[in-house]
Nanobody
Framework: QVHLVESGGGLVQAGGSLSLSCAASGRTFASYTMGWFRQAPGKEREFVAAIRWSGSSPYYADSVKGRFTVARDNAKNEVYLQMNSLKPEDTAVYYC??????????????????WGQGTQVTVSS
């Protein structure tokens, strides 16, 4: 069982930066693949980024590639999402999620077992 709590959301102007954190409970955090998803008003939740237990080969949605960076610290049971060059279309509730160690399709939200409550990110134009 993993309990996830996101933090770091807020209001920022376009072109600015925000850093999200996701703190996980449980002693087996390192054995989970971690993902970030987002849901904008009136839209379906979509994949943003994911990172495997080792921290290698992070995977990004095309819409955020080159602007967002996902990282994790297994010793602290935390995963992070650094968001730079933010755009108004990045406005959404951002969720972190935990999935199986061996999962293959990192962008498929149904593959993730545990979800946080989300944190709001608002980018003004």
């Amino acid at each position: 069982q993993v309990h996830l709590v996101e933090s770091g959301g807020g209001l920022v102007q376009a072109g600015g930066s925000l850093s999200l954190s996701c703190a996980a409970s449980g002693r087996t955090f390192a054995s989970y693949t971690m993902g970030w998803f987002r849901q904008a008003p009136g839209k379906e939740r979509e994949f943003v980024a994911a990172i495997r237990w080792s921290g290698s080969s992070p995977y990004y949605a095309d819409s955020v590639k080159g602007r967002f960076t996902v990282a994790r610290d297994n010793a602290k049971n935390e995963v992070y999402l650094q968001m730079n060059s933010l755009k108004p279309e990045d406005t959404a509730v951002y969720y972190c999620a935990a999935g199986p160690l061996s999962m293959v399709r990192l962008s498929v939200q149904d593959r993730y077992d545990y979800w946080g409550q989300g944190t709001q990110v608002t980018v003004s134009s």
